[in-house]
């Protein structure tokens, strides 16, 4: 039997166009990217291999292109989507995390406070936007999950077919 939601909420509307938007900055993002080393190369951009974290940024934006679509129609695997793709960036996050610390240069002796203080900074900024990525995420799944729970929608209501 098929579920159906009365009505749309507006910040489930509002995560519909933020779920598209991230996906649309992704991509033209990446194809600047593209256009800006080859024009400074002045050569054919080599195609390297893709990385697994790559790859798994690359899944959570068409998991996140697909739970936008599934939430605008209000159905339940909007969360199953919103959910994978959580894990996801949870998994990437705690991949990336020791990377992104270990190339970053060594601080510099206190003696230098304004530098001390601007890499300190950098990298607190940097860890809480990480951090702060991840807690809206959470947040987004959190709120799908309960606007398309099973009590939220209404039984649809089958024709009564005529007796002959």
């Known amino acids: 039997m098929t579920h159906v939601c009365t009505k ?12 598209v938007f991230v996906v649309v900055l992704v991509i033209a993002c990446y194809f600047l990217q593209l256009h800006l080393a080859s ?4 050569a054919a951009v080599s195609h390297h291999p893709m ?5 798994v940024s690359w899944l959570g934006y068409l998991l996140a292109l697909a739970a936008a679509i599934t939430l605008w129609k209000m159905q339940r695997s909007a969360f199953y989507l ?13 991949i990336a995390l020791p990377h992104l610390f270990a190339h970053w240069p060594a601080l510099p002796p206190k003696s230098d406070g304004a530098i001390y203080l601007t890499l300190i900074a950098i990298r607190c900024a940097t860890g ?21 729970s099973p009590k939220n929608f209404l039984p649809t209501v089958s024709e009564p077919t005529p007796s002959a």
């Not at 749309?8 to 779920?19: G, Q």
């Not at 799944?141 to 398309?148: C, E, K, L, P, S």
């Open 8 to 19: 749309r909420p507006l910040l489930a509307t509002i995560i519909c166009f933020y779920e």
């Open 39 to 42: 024009s400074i190369t002045h």
């Open 51 to 55: 990385s697994l974290l790559a790859a």
């Open 82 to 94: 919103l959910a994978a793709r959580f894990g996801l960036s949870l998994v990437s996050f705690l």
């Open 128 to 148: 809480a936007l990480f951090v702060g990525g991840l807690v809206l995420s959470a947040a987004i799944v959190w709120y799908v999950y309960g606007i398309t």
